[in-house]
């Protein structure tokens, strides 16, 4: 259908809309990231090109939940850290006590498919698994959600 806006990801809108439910509710909200050349945490704490990290306002300084990257500031054995996520990096967002929260595909871009990636972001990529009745446990890289 040409003439028609492109519509944004609704990935950024479910992960902050679970993350303020989480700090609502007095839980403790942890992103599993995957980590590749786009993404900017600490290194030594990637394990199998995957990071879980605190993203509590107890734990971060200035966060920031914007449409393409999360942003924020930690501190990672005493020393301060930028970190700068890509949305599309976030494979799960959960609570830490009860595991209750949202995993989602992960999106591949290579330089030959930005344009269909980004056409299939926009459609399928963004339906989120919910994981409301099932606790994400970790599971050597990957989060594993077990009924």
Known sequence: ????????????????????????????????????????????????????LNVSYDATSGLQIGNE????????????????????????IFAKENGQG???PKVTVTEDHIAQTESANKTHADTPVDTTEAAPKRSRSHLTIVK
Request: glycine residues 4%.
């Open 69 to 92: 990257f999360v942003h924020f500031k930690s501190r990672f054995s005493g020393v301060v850290r930028d970190l700068m996520i890509p949305i599309n990096n976030i494979q799960a």
């Open 1 to 52: 259908m040409d003439g028609l806006p492109a519509l944004t990801s609704t990935r950024p809108y479910l992960i902050r809309a679970m993350h303020e439910w989480c700090s609502d509710n007095g839980f403790t909200p942890y992103i599993s990231v995957f980590v590749d050349k786009n993404t900017l945490v600490p290194t030594e704490h990637v394990k199998d090109n995957e990071i879980i």
């Open 102 to 104: 949202m995993s989602f």
